[in-house]
């Protein structure tokens, strides 16, 4: 396998590893540019891929006429939030058997996670689009091409849809109808999820660096270079960015500048951090699943699985959440990290949402399950077809995830 070939294997695993050297400067080739909406993309794609005109989207027992897509609203980025929480505290979830309200089907995978606000359901596909649908029917409202896959979770803020594609660019489109606000060209694939905070997207690069861009227009305001390709997603808590790297390590950076507070190493690639409560927890390829300070990084405890954590972990009620790819999902306690319970799958297990008293998990044994977060007893489980690697999202009582032959699924009770 050559090197880029094994980059996007392992990015792909965490999409969702020494301290880097630091980098506050902005690089010539490195620029940020406002256009128009481009279809065409100058850089080298790995391979051509079926591109559909138009989703395939089919409608099972659509909701009253009373309810309309605007109720819908509560998960604008990758896990819920810039901390990567996994959780929103005031959403629902369907806890008992669950149907389609509607898929739409491309011709290509989905690793992106879904984003949803304010009714639209955006997401990234293989097939080099970011789309955009009616979080109530699936009807596409737009879609957008790019000049590679699109792996990267949208984040949306301030009516404007920020995400990275594989033809190393970071985009900003307009929510509404998917015009190119502004792109900003790195030296890698842009297989993270950006995180949006106070006017900054923050979003790691195949090109080891951590990228700070002003919201409004794309320009760079820092860069972080780290010791390899950063494919995880930052969390942003309290002024400091969190984020794993391929060069086994977990960096905190200052988001006014960049300088890096600390790191922490250890054996194996890092998956995209949650802080929560003055803790950051992390999955590793070393088998384990780390709670650190995040004021300075010293290991509160750690816990081993039997293989990779490229989950990134949910924290709720004092418990982390985790998927591993010896296929169980994790309850460990926050503050020590005992085991609390497990649940068997027959395949790896994505990152969990966790909402309303309930675990939402995809697995590689092409199901989403619906878990008791309380002793991870199963409530229900729905066959996909295909792997589920995309992490679910769970908004007004309606579960949203993609599935490896190019399907987005919204289930809710029927």
Same mark, same amino acid.
């Given at each position: 396998?050559?090197?880029? !070939?094994?980059?996007?294997?392992? !990015?792909?695993?965490?999409?969702?590893?020494?301290?880097?050297?630091?980098?506050?400067?902005?690089?010539?080739?490195?620029?940020?540019?406002?256009?128009?909406?481009?279809?065409?993309?100058?850089?080298?794609?790995?391979?051509?891929?079926?591109?559909?005109?138009?989703?395939?989207?089919?409608?099972?027992?659509?909701?009253?006429?009373?309810?309309?897509?605007? $109720?819908?609203?509560?998960?604008?980025?990758?896990?819920?939030?810039?901390?990567?929480?996994?959780?929103?505290?005031?959403?629902?979830?369907?806890?008992?058997?669950?149907?389609?309200?509607?898929?739409?089907?491309?011709?290509?995978?989905?690793?992106?996670?879904?984003?949803?606000?304010?009714?639209?359901?955006?997401?990234?596909?293989? $097939?080099?689009?970011?789309?955009?649908?009616?979080?109530?029917?699936?009807?596409?409202?737009?879609?957008?091409?790019? +000049?590679?896959?699109?792996?990267?979770?949208?984040?949306?803020?301030? +009516?404007?849809?920020?995400?990275?594609?594989?033809?190393?660019?970071?985009?900003?489109?307009?929510?509404?109808?998917?015009?190119?606000?502004?792109?900003?060209?790195?030296?890698?694939?842009?297989?993270?999820?950006?995180?949006?905070?106070?006017?900054?997207?923050?979003?790691?690069?195949?090109?080891?660096?951590?990228?700070?861009?002003?919201?409004?227009?794309?320009?760079?305001?820092?860069?972080?270079?780290?010791?390899?390709?950063?494919?995880?997603?930052?969390?942003?808590?309290?002024?400091?960015?969190?984020?794993?790297?391929? $060069?086994?390590?977990?960096?905190?950076?200052?988001?006014?500048?960049?300088?890096?507070?600390?790191?922490?190493?250890?054996?194996?690639?890092?998956?995209?951090?949650?802080?929560?409560?003055?803790?950051?927890?992390?999955?590793?390829?070393?088998?384990?699943?780390?709670?650190?300070?995040?004021?300075?990084?010293?290991?509160?405890?750690?816990?081993?699985?039997?293989?990779?954590?490229?989950?990134?972990?949910?924290?709720?009620? $004092?418990?982390?959440?985790?998927?591993?790819?010896?296929?169980?999902?994790?309850?460990?306690?926050?503050?020590?990290?005992?085991?609390?319970?497990?649940?068997?799958?027959?395949?790896?297990?994505?990152?969990?949402?966790?909402?309303?008293?309930?675990?939402?998990?995809?697995?590689?044994?092409?199901?989403?399950?619906?878990?008791?977060?309380?002793?991870?007893?199963?409530?229900?489980?729905?066959?996909?077809?295909?792997?589920?690697?995309?992490?679910?999202?769970?908004?007004? +009582?309606?579960?949203?995830?993609?599935?490896?032959?190019?399907?987005?699924?919204?289930?809710?009770?029927?």
């Amino acid at each position: 396998m050559d090197r880029r !070939s094994l980059l996007a294997a392992t !990015s792909g695993l965490l999409t969702a590893s020494s301290a880097g050297c630091l980098r506050l400067s902005a690089q010539e080739s490195t620029t940020a540019t406002p256009s128009a909406n481009e279809t065409e993309s100058e850089t080298e794609t790995a391979g051509e891929e079926p591109t559909p005109t138009e989703a395939e989207t089919t409608e099972e027992e659509p909701e009253s006429e009373g309810e309309t897509s605007s $109720d819908v609203s509560g998960a604008p980025m990758f896990q819920y939030d810039a901390a990567n929480s996994g959780t929103n505290p005031n959403e629902t979830g369907p806890q008992t058997s669950v149907g389609q309200q509607w898929t739409a089907r491309f011709l290509v995978r989905i690793l992106s996670s879904p984003a949803v606000v304010d009714g639209t359901v955006y997401v990234g596909s293989n $097939d080099q689009n970011v789309y955009a649908f009616a979080a109530a029917d699936g009807s596409e409202e737009w879609s957008y091409k790019t +000049g590679d896959s699109v792996v990267s979770s949208p984040a949306v803020a301030d +009516g404007t849809v920020y995400v990275g594609s594989g033809d190393n660019n970071v985009y900003a489109l307009s929510a509404e109808d998917g015009t190119e606000r502004w792109s900003y060209t790195t030296e890698g694939w842009v297989n993270s999820s950006p995180a949006v905070v106070d006017g900054t997207v923050y979003v790691g690069s195949q090109d080891e660096n951590v990228y700070a861009l002003s919201a409004s227009d794309g320009t760079e305001q820092w860069s972080y270079q780290t010791g390899g390709p950063v494919g995880s997603t930052p969390a942003v808590v309290d002024g400091t960015v969190y984020v794993g790297g391929i $060069d086994d390590t977990v960096y905190a950076l200052s988001a006014a500048d960049g300088t890096e507070q600390w790191s922490y190493e250890t054996g194996g690639t890092m998956s995209s951090p949650a802080v929560v409560d003055g803790t950051v927890y992390v999955g590793s390829q070393d088998e384990n699943v780390y709670a650190l300070s995040a004021s300075d990084g010293t290991e509160q405890w750690r816990y081993g699985v039997g293989d990779t954590v490229a989950s990134s972990p949910a924290v709720a009620s $004092d418990t982390v959440y985790v998927g591993s790819y010896d296929n169980n999902v994790y309850a460990l306690a926050a503050d020590d990290g005992t085991k609390q319970w497990s649940y068997g799958t027959d395949g790896w297990v994505s990152s969990p949402a966790v909402v309303d008293g309930t675990v939402y998990v995809g697995s590689h044994d092409n199901n989403v399950y619906a878990l008791s977060a309380a002793d991870g007893t199963e409530q229900w489980a729905y066959e996909t077809g295909n792997w589920v690697e995309s992490s679910p999202v769970v908004v007004d +009582g309606t579960v949203y995830a993609g599935n490896y032959d190019g399907t987005v699924f919204a289930l809710a009770e029927q």
